[in-house]
């Protein structure tokens, strides 16, 4: 097949995903054009059968905003044409379905060009109910040929905020379990830390919706009853105040703020356990990524989590904002050899069995095949 992708390429879930479906697709043959503004962060050039085409969005002194949605729906029915795209696969529906619908209907009499909107979470949870964005994220959905959700409870929140009738096909992430996997030793962990000290890891965005500076508060409790140093890899708002409360609690010396990461596969396996303290997480893929990395997450029960982490088979789960609940389970796992163990196997074995991208490249490309056989 022929597939144009269009995503966010910045440091966001649903970049990362799209990134790495499109490189498994060109793995298995399909021929895979990311259309974007930049390259996609985790995308090396050179990849057979991957194409990169830039969206420029050109301005002028009477743009106060540039119209970025009509230049990325001209790139994408070009770039349709040219290269006689099959489909449009866009993840995030703000702006990218609006602007596939737009390409489609360009093309219209030229050639027939089906679009699926794949549906991350703020784009629903935050941005897409926020009123000046609902009609046209609901109108987009509906148009959409074919529409997936990184877990139920997203589909479920679609429906209840969206009203939409049409099926939505729960498609959930996926991990490359080759790439992503355990390194019993750590001993690059040696780089952050002494050999004392078990490493944390924290990995986002650094948006308010992750609640980072819960990180620092775990860290400080973990602190008083067992060693350990908190890596925190990403960039965002909330970085400064997060270095500042490091700085407030003394713990400067304790936490290393690592910036934006390319290559986090051989970052999180140094690490005995994930934070993953959010607000709201419609599926949360880092923490598949630990788990799949024998590193066990600790996260919130929101959302579509538990969904991929079973409170205390794999992961530990407690509500957002009870630091204290997941700085005892995080000493629990830094003093409990045997557990951490066992959970760091559970989560290995969850991650290839269920969310592997072997079992997950299958279930797109089928619903590929239904989209444009429809
Ligand atoms: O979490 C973010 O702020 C980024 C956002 C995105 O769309 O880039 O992430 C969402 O998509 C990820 C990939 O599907 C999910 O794993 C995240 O849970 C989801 N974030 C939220 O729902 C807050």
Redesign the pocket.
Known sequence: MNIGITC?PTY??????ATELGLELANRGHEVHFITYANPIRLDPGIPRIHYHEVEVSTYPLFQYPPYSLALASCMAEVAEDYALDLLHVH?AIPHSIAALLAQQMLAGVRRLPFITTL????I??VGVDRSYFPITKFSIEKSNGITS?SEY?RRRTVEVFGVSGEIRVIH?FVNCDLYHPDDEKKGAADYAPPDEKLLIHL??F?P??RVIDCIRILAEVRKRAPAHLLMVGDGPERGPAEHLCRELGLERHVSFLGKQNHVERLIPLAHVLLMP?E???????ALEAMACGVVPVATRV??VPELITDGEDGFLEAAGDTAAMAARVVTLLTDDQLHYRMAKAGRWNAAERFCSEKTIPEYERYYEQVMGS
Not at 280 to 286: A, I
């Open positions: 966010y966001g879930g649903s970049g990362i995903v995030y991350h979470g703020t784009d949870t935050l990184v997203l992430n986002s965005n948006r919706v992750k959010s709201l997480e419609s599926f949360g893929l880092v959302g579509g």
